[in-house]
């Protein structure tokens, strides 16, 4: 439970601030900060057997037929990452809070930090390399959230795009990576495939596995040439950059290589490949950050570079140089969000975060001042702070790593990249807070903000320093702990300390730091070549190529796909019927089984005449199109009355609730349109038409014969006659079916529902306005109109009808589990009941007394049946596992309670909101499109 609880609480506490989204920001701050804190407390009691080899563990079934199960673990590399997600989620929440401005929207903002929270611990902690996947492409979607939460911003909204589209594109390879790996190893749990290194390795599909996952990483972690994204997610809140530059996000990739490096690394093709991507974006990274002017800018590639970093050591396929990653994401992770932080303090209090505009901030802002030059300082590697022993380490291996044939290689090329990283560190802080203002207003406008914001960045640079002066007390054992369960090996004692005598590795830190200075002070002359060399900018690159491809698509799109869609209903008709006729051609057989049917009743010829009648009637009169509508609705009454004599009760109940729904929405659809369509169609188009309809119904008529007419063979209707009792608690089997044996695909359908209704919200938010106004006004103008908006004799009867088929509702709802009923009926006779109130007295009189909101119904209809499904797993048992038992009440008598009524619960929600939602854009547009006159309310 202590794992669950871990991995649910910041999904609770997003879901918990989305739903008071208008209490007080104090709230929202409360709420999150409370479960990240939670969670770090529960982190803290696992800190003991998860470091200590006996790894907390915890398993459910989910799809076990796939090897998909929510397991979850908490090994040392785990433990380590949920330490700096949760702790620095905790100061980024405080940090938030006094960053945004009174007027800006907490509520959005913390709870999709929550989410993004919720997802990146799901990565470190997940078990199952499937669920493991479920977890990286929310983190893709929730960091969407945060980048674009300026949305009235260009900058934001093209940052989210461009993020998505990268991160989202490699997650898709990730995808087929991890499936083949999964495959390779013969088993999607990650204990296992960590088990079977050598097998991974020795399988010949090991390249393509390999690639695709890397291509994962490297767009995930903003590896060369996979970069661009990363600086352009600036234009997010600068809580959200410290956040996902120092311990989430961009760090997802550094974690997926170091959690599979027992089964990737070790060959010449891994070593190789991710060596040389992150020597690149190592060296390209720091140098870019030494020529940008925005702050954030600065930080963001240098984020680039420091990952870069990362990337190479964990190439080395050394356990050495896993360890100089391990102790570098823990500086990293202090000094980068430590200088996020006074970035955005800067920015807030000077209004800027272009450097050639600041300087000398120092005198006015000795506190921020002295946060962020001990934390650049750490970035550069300086002693006696953490960020000089991790460089340190990794000039080491870089030595010890280097071939015979080019010993001076990669140290040298590591080198440079150190000292580009020196170079940038002392500029941030030289030219930000040393020598004079720059301009005058930034520098009067600039002083040190409270403490509530300075702590957060300020225990981040004390835990920096404390790495550096006490690396043996703060990270040796963690660091150990680590790189064993990193390398799979047995914990090797660490020694970790400034000072280590003269060495190659001391030499080369040491010449990186005195170029850098260099580099520094001949800025000027370095920027103005820079400039000059108008080098591309992989960002453009990217739109265009974006663009381009958009353009070949729509081409492309046109050309095979034509945009009309009576060619395409012919062409899709005209193909299975080809298909039809090719398979009973080559398929052989006779077209009558031996299975005995039965005798047709009179009821059931005059029924089927009917049903002919009317479709055919359809066809003939559909310009008239209400008459047509009426047609429709006798074809269903026909087919529910055919589900009646079935013995389909249920089927008949949905038939015609839906067709009663159907009706009453195209009604008001039909009032938007003109009367009578034009004509469409030449007399040799309807003939065509009409003989491609009749050939598909006398084939399909045929295969539906020759299907009934033979013996249905086993069947798995026996086992649900058997166990819808005593397994489920209800008599009814389709209902049992639909909440317990099925749910998930009943979970599945209503999630389908309710983004069905949110896409007609999306479709029909805007019919109303601009050309399509216009031509809606157009069509409706010449409509004969009733004086009397709303008869009296409509209104009166819909107050009664109004709560008896409320009662009918709850009553089916009620029964549902034993006899015909259940949630899906009982909202589509709810809805029905609110559908006849709108018509009869019209929207704005109806909508001002709903007592709730459409999105809301949707909303609550899945988390309610997902809750129930995740209930369930609380005491260990499968997802959506149902419960049921008897009581007894005085008066009442023997009642059954079961779970799978709350799950109906769910559906009745999202069915009523869906249909409600409809109703609401109808009306809607409607209203829009009206001429003025007549009564306004009944």
């Known amino acids: 439970m202590t794992l669950l609880t871990l991995a649910l609480l910041p999904f609770v506490a997003a879901l918990a601030i989305a739903l008071l989204h208008g209490a007080p920001r104090i709230v929202h701050l409360g709420i999150a900060g409370a479960a990240s804190a939670a969670g770090l407390a529960l982190l803290a009691s696992l800190a003991a057997p998860a470091l200590g080899g006996d790894t907390p563990f915890a398993r459910w079934d989910w799809v076990p037929s796939l090897g998909l199960d929510l397991t979850l673990m908490v090994d040392p590399l785990g433990w380590m990452f949920g330490l700096l ?98 495959l390779i190893a013969g088993s999607f749990d990650l204990t296992t495939i960590l088990a ?70 070790g060959t010449e093709l891994y070593t190789v490949t991710v060596t040389s991507v992150g020597l690149v974006t190592m060296i390209f990274g720091a140098g870019v950050a030494l020529f940008r002017h925005d702050l954030k800018s600065i930080l963001a590639y240098s984020t680039i570079s420091q990952l870069g970093m990362l990337v190479m050591l964990l190439g080395f396929s050394r356990e050495a140089a896993v360890l100089a990653a391990m102790l570098h994401i823990l500086n990293h992770a202090a000094f980068k969000a430590a200088l996020f932080m006074s970035a955005g303090i800067v920015e807030h209090e000077t209004g800027t975060r272009d450097i050639r505009r600041l300087g000398g901030l120092a005198k006015a802002m000795p506190v921020t001042a002295l946060i962020a030059t001990l934390a650049a300082a750490s970035m550069a590697g300086l002693p006696p702070l953490g960020g000089f022993i991790s460089k340190e380490l990794m000039l080491y291996e870089t030595i010890a790593f280097s071939s015979p044939n080019a010993v001076w290689l990669l140290p040298a090329l590591a080198t440079v990249g150190a000292t580009f990283s020196v170079a940038y560190s002392l500029r941030f802080a030289a030219h930000l807070f040393a020598g004079r203002p720059r301009e005058a207003e930034p520098f009067a406008r600039a002083h040190d903000p409270s403490p509530a914001m300075w702590a957060s960045p300020a225990l981040l640079t004390a835990f920096a320093v404390l790495l550096g002066l006490a690396p043996m007390w703060f990270a040796a054992p963690l660091v150990s702990a680590v790189t064993a369960a990193v390398t799979a090996s047995a914990p090797a004692p660490v020694e970790l300390g400034l000072w280590h005598g003269v060495n190659l590795a001391l030499v080369l830190s040491a010449s990186a730091v005195a170029v850098g200075a260099a580099l520094l002070l001949q800025h000027r002359r370095l920027l103005a070549a820079w400039e000059a060399a108008r080098l591309p900018d992989a960002g453009r690159l990217f739109e265009c190529v974006l663009a381009l491809a958009d353009r070949r698509a729509r081409k492309a799109m046109v050309a095979v796909h034509a945009p009309s869609l009576q060619r395409m209903l012919l062409a899709s ?105 034009p004509v469409l169609s030449s007399a040799p188009r309807k003939a065509r038409d009409a003989a491609i309809a009749i050939a598909g119904g006398v084939l399909f008529g045929a295969i539906a014969w020759a299907m009934l007419t033979r013996d249905p063979g086993p069947s798995i209707a026996a086992f649900h006659l058997a166990n819808a009792k005593p397994g489920g608690g209800g008599t009814n089997v389709v209902n049992v079916i639909l909440v317990d044996f099925r749910a998930y695909d009943t979970l599945g359908e209503i999630i389908v529902l309710g983004i069905a209704g949110l896409g007609i919200f999306a479709l029909l938010d805007t019919a109303g306005k601009g050309a399509a106004g216009a031509r809606l006004r157009a069509w409706r103008a010449d409509m004969p109109r009733s004086p009397e908006r709303h008869p009296v004799m409509l209104v009166t ?67 309610v049946a997902m809750a129930t499904g995740l209930g369930a797993m609380a005491p260990g048992s499968p997802f959506l596992t149902s419960w049921f038992d008897y009581f007894s009440l005085p008066l009442i008598g023997k009642f059954e309670l079961a779970s799978a009524m709350l799950f109906d619960t769910g559906v009745f929600l999202t069915v009523l909101g869906a249909v409600m939602l409809a109703l609401q854009e109808l009306s809607h547009i409607a209203q829009a499109t009206a001429r003025p006159g007549g009564e306004e309310a009944p």
Not at 221 to 233: M, T
């Open 85 to 182: 997600i949760l702790g620095i989620g905790l100061l980024v929440v405080i940090f938030g809070h006094s960053y945004l401005h009174e007027n800006e929207d907490t509520g959005r903002f913390f709870a999709s930090l929550m989410l993004f929270q919720g997802a990146m611990l799901g990565i470190v902690i997940a078990g199952n390399v499937l669920l493991l996947l479920v977890f990286w492409e929310l983190t893709s979607l929730a960091s969407f959230l945060l980048i674009g939460f300026c949305q009235h911003k260009a900058e934001a909204r093209q940052g989210a795009r461009m993020a998505l589209a990268v991160t989202g594109g490699g997650g898709l390879a990730l995808i087929a990576g991890m499936v083949l790996l999964g």
């Open 797 to 863: 009867a819909s107050r009664i009808i109004l709560p008896l088929t409320l009662m009918v509702g709850i009553y089916l709802f009620l029964r549902g589990h034993n006899q015909p009923g259940g949630g899906f009926i009982a909202a589509l006779v709810v809805a029905v009941a609110f559908l006849v109130q709108y018509l009869a007295a019209g929207f704005d009189w109806s909508d001002a007394r709903k007592p709730f909101g459409e999105h809301q119904l949707i909303g609550w209809g899945v988390l």
């Open 573 to 677: 008709f005209a193909v299975t019927i080809l298909l039809v006729i090719e398979g009973a051609l080559t398929g052989g057989g006779v077209l009558t089984g031996a299975r005995a049917g039965l005798p047709a009743s009179l009821p059931a010829i005059a029924a089927w005449a009917l049903l002919i009648a009317a479709t055919a009637a359809v066809a003939l009169g559909s310009r008239d199109r209400l008459r047509a509508l009426i047609y429709v609705g006798v074809i269903g009454l026909v087919v529910s009355l055919a589900f009646a004599v079935l013995s389909a009760p249920d089927l008949a109940l949905t038939q015609i609730a839906v067709e009663v729904v159907t009706v009453l929405l195209m009604l008001l659809a039909l009032n938007l349109l003109p009367k009578r369509p």
């Open 196 to 265: 079977r290194g050598d097998m991974v390795r020795a399988a010949p599909l090991y390249p393509l596995m390999l690639g695709l996952i890397l291509l994962g990483a490297f767009t995930k972690s903003a590896q060369f040439p996979f970069h661009f994204w990363l600086p352009h997610a600036m234009a997010a809140p600068t809580p959200v950059s410290a956040y996902l530059h120092s311990a989430t996000m961009v760090k997802a990739g550094v974690f997926l290589l170091a959690r599979l490096w027992p089964v990737l690394a």
